[in-house]
């Protein structure tokens, strides 16, 4: 070691070793906390969502490929519509699923731990029919072939309380229960008389079947009423020229009832992707479409499932503030373990304390344990009588040197260098004891 360095402004190896242990504890103590305070988002979820060209399917992409971004891996799950759904997120099969309103009941939702994360959008019931069929009342289905979608979906239940209302029993129509696309098929093909299912217009078979000629669109001219009786669907207008201004389509208006699509989850379903899951569905269906204004949707309206209390918060308060200003993980992160970090401020306040005293003791111990040397040195010096005594004061002399070339060595900080020549100081006292000693 070079003579320059013996005399440092700082001793950083001398505050790594004081300061090591409590900054080790208290990583110890981070670590700790991270795995068991309260445990990190999974990494996937399973998302369940419809039949095949359906609503639910388009929209379980755009909630895939939004997630995808936060590095959460969204598996989609296909299924009969939302009665299937339902069922899956009873056996625990899905973590999160589409649902219709009217699907199920507020206390069987509670009793099977379900939650809602808000409404997305209205789902109208489309009621296809061939353009030949003659039909302006729903009592006037009797005796048609009218397909109405597996019993897995919610249109065979909501459509039958539909019925009932118009006096219509199930046995006085020919019922069929495949899915929309083979059902279509039938109606093309003009095997069935017509074709009933929910979903939202962007479903690619609403957009063919509303552009088909040769088929009509039932107008629901009583809608008004069936939402009174029936309070989980609502009265919407399909706006004439909507689906194409230039060739008029459709050329009046049409009136149809509407349930509306939920997005259901497990109540064990980590909090922070319900958060991101509820801030999806804010940009994905936040805006103006065929039946709905500008923030109308998602909701915490028009659910008959209890509402997540994150869902909540975000519909009152918006994004959580963490995630405003950093990413997804980050925000989390600060979010699970802003608890242990106020502990550990408490714990590190005390230990801050403790440091400093240390490190100025670790500093002057070095010099501290060589008076030692010399008090030994002085006590045989003392204890040395007779014939002796020159020589024994010769090995002291040596052994001073040899202190002496040892303190030399030291490296300490300027602030302490007091301390360094004191010693040296009183190395040469004793020095001088023994030579005295020995004249």
């Known amino acids: 070691m070079s003579k320059i360095r013996k005399f440092t402004q700082f001793s950083f190896r001398d505050l790594v070793a004081t300061a090591g242990p409590t900054v080790l504890t208290i990583v110890a103590l981070c670590a700790l906390a991270y795995f068991l305070v309260d445990p990190s988002p999974p990494r ?49 099969k899905v973590d999160i699923a589409f649902v219709q309103s009217g699907s199920t009941e507020q ?86 008389d017509g074709l009933v299912f929910s979903s939202g ?16 669109l039932f107008d629901f001219t009583q809608a ?5 009786r029936l309070p989980f669907v609502s009265h919407v207008v399909l706006p004439r020229g909507i689906v194409d201004v230039g060739r008029d389509l459709p050329a009046q208006d049409y009136h149809l009832i509407a349930p509306t699509a ?61 995630q405003r200003y950093m990413s997804f993980w980050l925000a989390n992160f600060f979010d699970r373990m802003w608890v242990v970090v106020v502990a550990l401020a408490a714990l590190v306040l005390p230990l801050s304390k403790v440091v400093p005293p240390l ?41 001073l040197d040899e202190i002496e070339e040892m303190v030399n060595q030291i490296s300490i900080p300027l602030a302490f260098a007091d301390g360094l020549y004191g010693l040296r100081s009183h190395i040469n006292f004793v020095r001088q004891r023994v030579k005295n000693a020995l004249a």
């Open 44 to 92: 996937s979820v399973t998302l369940g969502t419809g039949q095949e060209n359906s609503a639910y399917e388009e929209f379980g992409k755009k909630y895939a490929a939004r997630l995808g971004k936060h590095g959460i891996q969204v598996t989609l799950q296909r299924s009969l519509g939302s009665q299937d759904n339902l069922q899956h997120l009873n056996e625990g």
């Open 359 to 399: 490190y100025v003791w670790r500093i002057r111990s070095r010099v501290y344990r060589w008076y030692g040397q010399l008090r030994t040195v002085e006590q045989e010096l003392e204890a040395a009588q007779g014939p002796q005594r020159a020589q024994v004061c010769a090995g002291l002399l040596k052994r």
């Open 107 to 192: 206390a069987e939702a509670q009793r099977k731990g379900l939650v809602s994360i808000g409404s997305l959008f209205t789902e109208p019931v489309w009621l296809f029919l061939r353009e030949d069929a003659k039909v302006t009342q729903i009592s006037q289905l009797k005796g048609l072939k009218i397909n109405l979608g597996p019993e897995g979906s919610g249109v065979p239940k909501l459509f039958r309380q539909v019925l009932a209302l118009n006096g219509i029993e199930p046995g006085d129509l020919t019922i069929g229960a495949l899915e929309n696309t083979p059902g279509t098929v039938e109606l093309l093909e003009g095997r069935i």
């Open 262 to 322: 939920t997005l259901v989850a497990r109540e064990d379903l980590h909090p922070a992707l319900i958060d991101l899951y509820v801030q999806a569905a804010s940009e994905i269906h936040g805006g103006t479409g065929w039946f709905q204004q500008q923030g109308q949707f998602p909701s915490a309206r028009y659910t008959e499932i209890p509402v997540a209390r994150e869902a909540a918060k975000f519909y009152k308060d918006g994004a959580p503030l963490l």
């Open 224 to 228: 008004e009423a069936y939402s009174r």
């Open 201 to 216: 217009p962007d479903a690619p078979l609403v957009q063919m079947l509303l552009q088909t000629p040769g088929f009509k």
